[in-house]
């Protein structure tokens, strides 16, 4: 799908623009997410290098300005492109989720008084902080070079490594049987599991787009 797609924005000025937004909202949605992780898991401040509410800022209007080109386009060219308007407006849509959670997960370090560390969950919170970051960079790298094979090998890693992991934690919070992590920590382990996992799931639809059609994206390939 995403490569007749991607035919199209090369032809055309405006998707051609629309396309290129796409990839700088995801290098800053990249870049605000490694600075909220720095901030809330080595470091004792909230103090980071950017400015992560300017940004997310940036990317809402890259936002708008794509919806307006892909219905600019839409109203000249007649209903014929249709279907790749309605992918470009729903990729866009999840950068955009991206870098509200990314932005969540500073508000939490800004809110929490130390570094966080998740106690007993520490080994498993790890490997979903590392295995949400490899695969959110992973998918930008198949997205902007249109890599059907490596968007189909990413496909599996949300359900498998991610989502399941995510719950997993939130579960042995709720239930109370951990008895190292208080009510404050347990909270923002939870928020911040969950948080990576949105993370995951947003990117996990960003290469849906590119091998599958409009109303299969964020699904697996049949």
Known sequence: ??????????????????????????????????????????????????????????????????????????????????????????????????????????????????LLDGSSLEERLSHVETASLDLFESSIDAFKNQDIEKARGLMTLYKETISAQCDSITKDIISGKLSDIGVGKGTAVAMYARYLKRIAAHSRNLISSIVNPFERIGYPEK
């Open 1 to 114: 799908m995403f490569k007749q797609i991607y035919q199209l924005f090369q032809s055309n000025s405006l998707y051609e623009q629309a396309l290129s937004e796409c990839h700088e909202m995801l290098d800053i949605d990249l870049l605000m997410f490694k600075a909220s992780v720095e901030s809330l898991r080595k470091s004792d401040s909230s103090n980071i290098d950017i400015d992560i509410y300017s940004m997310d800022q940036k990317i809402n209007e890259f936002e708008r300005d794509v919806r307006r080109k892909v219905m600019t386009h839409l109203a000249v060219s007649g209903t014929d492109d249709i279907g790749s308007g309605l992918v470009l407006v729903s990729v866009v849509i999840d950068i955009e989720r991206i870098g509200d959670y990314t932005k969540n997960i500073y508000d939490l370090a800004v809110n929490h008084p130390q």
